[in-house]
Protein backbone atom coordinates (compact mmCIF):
# COMPACT_ATOMS: atom_id res chain seq x y z
CA UNK A 1 0.00 0.00 0.00
CA UNK A 2 1.29 3.73 -1.26
CA UNK A 3 2.56 5.77 2.23
CA UNK A 4 3.35 9.47 1.82
CA UNK A 5 4.34 12.06 4.19
CA UNK A 6 4.89 14.55 1.58
CA UNK A 7 1.78 16.57 2.60
CA UNK A 8 2.10 16.02 6.60
CA UNK A 9 0.67 19.52 7.90
CA UNK A 10 -1.14 20.83 4.65
CA UNK A 11 -4.57 21.26 4.38
CA UNK A 12 -6.19 20.13 0.54
CA UNK A 13 -7.52 23.39 -0.90
CA UNK A 14 -8.55 24.72 -4.12
CA UNK A 15 -8.90 27.95 -6.00
CA UNK A 16 -11.70 29.50 -8.43
CA UNK A 17 -9.81 31.81 -11.30
CA UNK A 18 -12.99 33.61 -12.16
CA UNK A 19 -14.22 33.87 -8.55
CA UNK A 20 -10.46 35.92 -7.64
CA UNK A 21 -10.51 39.34 -7.05
CA UNK A 22 -7.75 39.33 -10.17
CA UNK A 23 -9.55 36.54 -12.29
CA UNK A 24 -11.53 38.81 -15.07
CA UNK A 25 -7.88 40.45 -15.63
CA UNK A 26 -6.39 37.25 -16.46
CA UNK A 27 -9.68 35.59 -18.42
CA UNK A 28 -9.88 38.39 -20.48
CA UNK A 29 -8.89 36.96 -23.24
CA UNK A 30 -10.64 34.46 -24.06
CA UNK A 31 -8.61 31.92 -24.06
CA UNK A 32 -9.02 30.22 -21.19
CA UNK A 33 -12.90 30.06 -19.81
CA UNK A 34 -12.05 29.08 -16.03
CA UNK A 35 -9.57 27.48 -14.36
CA UNK A 36 -9.79 25.72 -10.99
CA UNK A 37 -6.46 25.07 -8.94
CA UNK A 38 -6.69 22.19 -6.38
CA UNK A 39 -4.03 21.23 -4.09
CA UNK A 40 -2.30 20.28 -0.92
CA UNK A 41 -1.07 23.95 1.29
CA UNK A 42 0.48 25.40 3.81
CA UNK A 43 -1.06 26.93 6.49
CA UNK A 44 1.94 29.73 5.78
CA UNK A 45 1.74 29.62 1.86
CA UNK A 46 3.50 27.30 -0.58
CA UNK A 47 2.25 24.17 -1.77
CA UNK A 48 3.80 20.46 -1.57
CA UNK A 49 1.62 19.52 -5.02
CA UNK A 50 -0.97 21.06 -6.73
CA UNK A 51 -3.18 20.47 -10.56
CA UNK A 52 -5.43 21.96 -12.30
CA UNK A 53 -8.86 21.77 -13.90
CA UNK A 54 -9.28 24.19 -16.77
CA UNK A 55 -12.45 24.90 -18.66
CA UNK A 56 -11.72 25.29 -22.61
CA UNK A 57 -13.63 25.33 -25.79
CA UNK A 58 -13.78 21.73 -27.65
CA UNK A 59 -15.97 20.76 -30.38
CA UNK A 60 -18.68 23.62 -29.72
CA UNK A 61 -18.67 22.95 -25.91
CA UNK A 62 -17.24 23.88 -23.16
CA UNK A 63 -15.34 21.55 -21.11
CA UNK A 64 -13.22 20.78 -18.13
CA UNK A 65 -9.63 19.11 -18.79
CA UNK A 66 -7.93 17.85 -15.78
CA UNK A 67 -4.11 19.03 -16.49
CA UNK A 68 -1.31 17.85 -13.57
CA UNK A 69 2.51 17.73 -13.80
CA UNK A 70 4.41 15.16 -12.69
CA UNK A 71 5.50 16.36 -9.48
CA UNK A 72 1.74 16.29 -8.74
CA UNK A 73 0.86 13.08 -9.11
CA UNK A 74 1.53 12.42 -5.58
CA UNK A 75 -1.20 15.36 -4.79
CA UNK A 76 -3.32 13.52 -7.13
CA UNK A 77 -3.34 10.47 -5.30
CA UNK A 78 -4.31 12.35 -1.77
CA UNK A 79 -7.40 13.61 -3.78
CA UNK A 80 -8.89 10.31 -4.83
CA UNK A 81 -12.08 10.95 -2.81
CA UNK A 82 -12.74 13.35 -5.41
CA UNK A 83 -11.77 11.90 -8.01
CA UNK A 84 -14.33 9.47 -7.45
CA UNK A 85 -16.72 11.96 -7.43
CA UNK A 86 -15.49 13.06 -10.35
CA UNK A 87 -16.42 9.63 -12.34
CA UNK A 88 -20.32 10.64 -11.20
CA UNK A 89 -20.11 13.48 -13.37
CA UNK A 90 -17.98 11.88 -15.91
CA UNK A 91 -18.76 13.04 -19.14
CA UNK A 92 -21.58 15.71 -17.91
CA UNK A 93 -19.32 19.03 -19.08
CA UNK A 94 -20.10 20.40 -15.18
CA UNK A 95 -19.49 24.02 -14.92
CA UNK A 96 -16.87 25.68 -12.63
CA UNK A 97 -19.51 26.69 -10.14
CA UNK A 98 -20.81 23.00 -10.02
CA UNK A 99 -16.69 21.52 -9.66
CA UNK A 100 -16.34 24.19 -6.68
CA UNK A 101 -19.54 22.89 -4.76
CA UNK A 102 -18.89 19.20 -5.36
CA UNK A 103 -15.05 19.93 -4.00
CA UNK A 104 -16.83 21.65 -1.14
CA UNK A 105 -19.07 18.48 -0.58
CA UNK A 106 -15.80 16.54 0.02
CA UNK A 107 -14.13 18.71 2.60
CA UNK A 108 -11.87 20.48 0.26
CA UNK A 109 -11.03 24.50 1.30
CA UNK A 110 -12.34 27.35 -0.97
CA UNK A 111 -9.10 29.02 -0.97
CA UNK A 112 -10.07 31.87 -3.44
CA UNK A 113 -8.83 35.54 -2.97
CA UNK A 114 -12.35 37.21 -3.69
CA UNK A 115 -10.82 40.65 -2.71
CA UNK A 116 -7.35 41.97 -2.32
CA UNK A 117 -7.95 41.90 1.65
CA UNK A 118 -8.63 38.46 1.32
CA UNK A 119 -5.09 37.85 1.78
CA UNK A 120 -3.50 39.84 -1.04
CA UNK A 121 -1.37 43.33 -0.48
CA UNK A 122 -3.07 46.23 -1.55
CA UNK A 123 -6.89 47.21 -2.30
CA UNK A 124 -6.79 47.37 -6.13
CA UNK A 125 -10.09 45.89 -7.39
CA UNK A 126 -9.46 43.83 -11.22
CA UNK A 127 -10.30 46.74 -13.41
CA UNK A 128 -7.15 48.97 -11.44
CA UNK A 129 -5.10 45.28 -11.61
CA UNK A 130 -5.25 45.00 -15.35
CA UNK A 131 -5.09 48.91 -15.60
CA UNK A 132 -1.86 48.76 -14.03
CA UNK A 133 -0.90 45.44 -16.06
CA UNK A 134 -1.82 47.66 -19.38
CA UNK A 135 0.32 50.71 -18.39
CA UNK A 136 3.35 48.15 -17.72
CA UNK A 137 3.24 46.53 -20.92
CA UNK A 138 3.06 50.16 -22.68
CA UNK A 139 6.04 51.14 -20.99
CA UNK A 140 7.42 47.94 -22.36
CA UNK A 141 6.61 48.89 -25.92
CA UNK A 142 6.42 52.43 -26.01
CA UNK A 143 4.38 51.89 -29.90
CA UNK A 144 1.30 50.08 -27.86
CA UNK A 145 -1.82 51.43 -28.01
CA UNK A 146 -3.73 49.28 -25.73
CA UNK A 147 -6.91 50.45 -25.10
CA UNK A 148 -7.46 50.70 -21.35
CA UNK A 149 -11.37 51.50 -22.38
CA UNK A 150 -11.85 48.25 -24.05
CA UNK A 151 -10.75 46.82 -21.25
CA UNK A 152 -13.07 48.30 -18.75
CA UNK A 153 -15.91 46.95 -21.45
CA UNK A 154 -14.23 43.67 -21.42
CA UNK A 155 -14.10 43.07 -17.81
CA UNK A 156 -17.89 45.02 -16.89
CA UNK A 157 -19.51 42.35 -19.48
CA UNK A 158 -17.37 39.20 -18.12
CA UNK A 159 -20.27 36.75 -16.60
CA UNK A 160 -19.46 33.70 -14.84
CA UNK A 161 -20.22 30.37 -16.08
Same mark, same amino acid.
Given at each position: ?9 ? /? =?? !? ?12 ? +? ?10 ? !? ?15 ? =? ?28 ? +? ?9 ? /? ?20 ? $? ?13 ? $? ?15 ? =? ?9
Amino acid at each position: MYKSHKHAGC /E =RG !FTQLSAAYYGPALL +ADGKLIDEVMLG !FYHPDGGTTGEFAIRWT =RLAGKITPRLEAFDDSWNALWGFRDVMARF +ADVDGEDISPS /ELCALLIECGVKNRTETSRDSG $AVGNDTPLTVLEDLL $AQIESVDGTSQLDTDRA =RAVLSNHKEI
